[in-house]
């Protein structure tokens, strides 16, 4: 177990020295838990709202469209166990991580093969699984997205905040 837990631990510095390698923008942001000694991160870019609105960023979003949840390199979530989704499990591993806007205005949570590749260039040829997000809208304002992860029973959360609009999803380790 303990060997688990340092591997967990040299991914993500491997991935965070990996990212410093290549100019960023925006500082990275990092998120993790641990679901039983099995650790579940991700790790993003942190834009900042400026003097827009996310009303405004949303509305250039096209419906059916990807947003790769941050800012320069896409978004890594990165599991050392398998993870459900209500009946959509995500194996172990690490994936690239996007929001797809529906036509009908909801969100899903998209989980690609491909990873480590710039935020502009998804490939939906390498998307495996997609899971809902609620979207709800918060009392209070985050100028720089964040994504936090928290434990939450046998699994955890998944929780995207940026303006007042956080979007959701929970997860059980499998």
């Not at 410093?20 to 993790?32: D, E, L, T, V």
């Not at 942190?46 to 949303?58: A, E, G, H, V």
């Not at 890594?76 to 166990?81: C, I, K, P, Q």
């Not at 909801?106 to 979207?135: C, I, M, R």
Request: hydrophobic share 35%; proline share 3%.
């Amino acid at each position: 177990m303990r060997r688990m837990k340092l591997a967990g631990l040299g991914l993500a510095a491997m991935l965070a020295t990996a990212v410093m390698a290549f100019p960023q923008a925006n500082p990275r942001g990092f998120s993790q838990i641990d679901l039983n000694g099995r650790y579940v991160s991700v790790f993003f870019g942190r834009p900042s709202l400026k003097s827009r609105t996310i009303d405004d960023l949303l509305g250039e979003l096209r419906p059916g469209s990807y947003w790769r949840l941050g800012a320069d390199e896409s978004t890594t979530l990165t599991t050392m166990t398998a993870l459900k989704f209500g009946n959509v499990t995500v194996s172990h591993g690490t994936y690239s991580i996007w929001a797809k806007r529906n036509s009908n205005g909801t969100w899903d949570l998209v989980f690609n093969h491909q990873y480590g590749q710039w935020g502009t260039l998804h490939d939906a040829a390498k998307d495996f699984a997609s899971v809902p997000l609620k979207e709800t809208r918060s009392g209070s304002t985050e100028q720089k997205m964040n994504i936090t992860l928290t434990k939450e029973g046998d699994g955890g959360a998944f929780r995207v905040h940026w303006g007042n609009m956080e979007l959701t999803t929970h997860f059980t380790a499998g």
